[in-house]
């Protein structure tokens, strides 16, 4: 199994930056992708970004050219940087790992303001 734990969100003015991090514990080595998810009120959960084990990295059309995802495998964890935050990125933010074995493990979540 693998525990993830998400940090980093809070309230933010329209335009700034945050940076979540989420960190891995457990059976690491059987991680292969990691992404962070976002669902807001009334809304579906959707994916944000990816990172792929070699690097690879996706977005969401939405994303694109504000946010960076990297990832720290020395430190088992994830990252997602977030620039020129808009209102609409309010949502609570999910770290996720696809295992090597097909399952998947979610975080908490953290919860991501952006006021106008």
């Known amino acids: 199994q693998v525990q993830l734990v998400e940090s980093g969100g809070g309230l933010v003015q329209a335009g700034g930056s945050l940076r979540l991090s989420c960190a891995a514990s457990g059976s690491i080595f059987s991680i292969n992708a990691m992404g962070w998810y976002r669902q807001a009120p009334g809304k579906q959960r959707e994916l944000v970004a990816a990172i792929g084990s070699g690097g690879s990295t996706n977005y969401a059309d939405s994303v694109k050219g504000r946010f960076t995802i990297s990832r720290d495998n020395a430190k088992n964890t994830v990252y997602l940087q977030m620039n020129s935050l808009k209102p609409e990125d309010t949502a609570v933010y999910y770290c996720?790992?696809?295992?090597?074995?097909?399952?998947?493990?979610w975080g908490q979540g953290t919860q991501v303001t952006v006021s106008s």
């Open positions: 996720n790992a696809h295992l090597r074995t097909g399952a998947v493990s």
